[in-house]
């Protein structure tokens, strides 16, 4: 009867203990399930992006997770491997809140901070990438944050080499160019960050006004350089032949045959489709020593187009003739003499000196030989620059008696650069 009373008791204890373990797990499951729900509030709903969440947040879920830690050798394989799962989950948390905050940092409103570069953006990357497959909204998001705050860095960064490849020991280089200043300009123009952007916009307002009064002291040299030449040309009765349009075949040869004759100098300016038509005969007018200079490409009346096409029309032109003369023409005539703020602002940008004249002729218009000859005598003057057109074969016809009657009178056919 003793032994059955004390197999009793022993199984009532184990009973007993049984039952308040059991009832201990219990609550402690019931715990970490309100530890997990209080971790899942701080995803989204789909549990792939992370909300913003407090301090206060944090505080009271570290401290419920430090509680059941302590306790944790009481609680059973599941609850502990639950709570395992919710540290996890909680660390995973806190770990991509400080991220985005980090990436938050990055900017000042839309703009990347000066402080922040390529290595810092990288390093980011680095860690969000960890991210990729887990969290695939949150990495996204954050993703192209980066994304934008990289290519501003990178905007930044070029702009900023580009700017001091301007200067040498903080003095503006003597052989930067207004290209180099429009290329630096637009790439500063990118740039996000107002005090880089205003910083950069300084200094190439110190590189703007050296280029200005070197343009102004070249513009003088040139002026006092030209005024020269114009007293040469009256002092030595200096005229210049000019013709435009070609070269042709047929009357531009017998004009060259004419000059050649009288030993007369004259200036050619060649649109760039006739240059590449007759290519040989365009390097004839240069091989004979006569000047070689543009009149476009196409003929085009370019105070109606806009920038970009006259800039076209003039290198594409400059371009076909050095091809075929193998001398590139710094000369440069506007069809029509029609020009504009596009034609000057293209001229100056590719170094080309634009030239009209003070007699013309008429030739496309009246065809007559001896009407051209009769204009030019009622207006010539030593420093004249006389406008004809060698596609003409009239105007080839009218030379052999304009040259003849000219230099009888003491005047001497040079090119046109001798007198402007």
Not at 258 to 284: H, I, S, V, W
Not at 302 to 315: H, K, P
Request: with cysteine.
């Amino acid at each position: 009867m003793r032994k059955i009373l004390f197999v009793f008791s022993v199984f009532l204890v184990i009973f007993v203990l049984a039952a308040g373990c059991t009832n201990k797990n219990k609550e402690a499951a019931e715990r970490i399930d309100t530890i997990q729900d209080k971790v899942d509030d701080l995803y989204d709903e789909d549990a792939a992006d992370i909300t913003d969440f407090s301090d206060e947040d944090t505080e009271e879920i570290e401290s419920l997770i430090d509680q059941e830690d302590e306790e944790k050798k009481d609680l059973n394989e599941s609850n502990t491997d639950n709570l395992e799962s919710v540290q996890d989950e909680f660390s995973q948390a806190k770990d991509l809140h400080t991220l985005e905050n980090q990436i938050d940092d990055v900017f000042d409103e839309d703009t990347v901070t000066e402080e922040y570069t390529k290595d810092d953006i990288t390093a980011l990357k680095s860690h969000l990438k960890k991210y990729k497959k887990s969290q695939t909204v949150f990495y996204e998001e954050q993703k192209n944050e980066l994304k934008d705050a990289e290519e501003q860095v990178k905007e930044r960064d070029e702009a900023s080499a580009a700017v001091d490849d301007l200067f040498t020991d903080h003095e503006v280089k003597e052989d930067v160019s207004r290209e180099d200043e429009d290329k630096a300009d637009e790439l500063a123009d990118k740039v996000k960050n107002k005090e880089i952007k205003d910083s950069l916009e300084d200094s190439l307002a110190e590189v703007d006004n050296y280029l200005t009064a070197k343009e102004e002291e070249e513009q003088e040299e040139k002026r006092k350089e030209s005024e020269q030449k114009q007293q040469e040309a009256k002092d030595k009765k200096y005229i210049a032949l000019t013709f435009d349009d070609g070269p042709e075949e047929g009357s531009t040869e017998q004009i060259l045959d004419t000059l050649q004759q009288y030993d007369a100098d004259a200036t050619f300016f060649m649109l760039g489709e006739k240059a590449q038509e007759n290519p040989g005969l365009a390097k004839r007018v240069a091989d004979e020593g006569h000047e070689v200079a543009n009149h476009s490409i196409t003929h085009p009346d370019l105070a109606n187009l806009d920038q970009n096409q006259v800039r076209n029309e003039m290198l594409d032109s400059q371009s076909q003739i050095e091809k075929a003369t193998g001398t590139k023409p710094n000369l440069f005539r506007p069809p029509y003499g029609s020009r504009s703020d596009s034609v000057d602002t293209v001229a100056n940008e590719t170094d080309q000196q634009l030239v009209f004249w003070d007699i013309d002729t008429m030739d496309w218009k009246n065809q007559d030989p001896q009407e051209m000859g009769e204009i030019i005598e009622e207006q010539v003057h030593p420093g004249s620059v006389i406008l004809m057109h060698d596609i003409h074969q009239t105007s080839a016809d009218a030379v052999p008696e304009i040259l003849a009657t000219l230099k009888s009178q003491g005047y001497e056919f040079v090119k046109v650069s001798d007198v402007i």
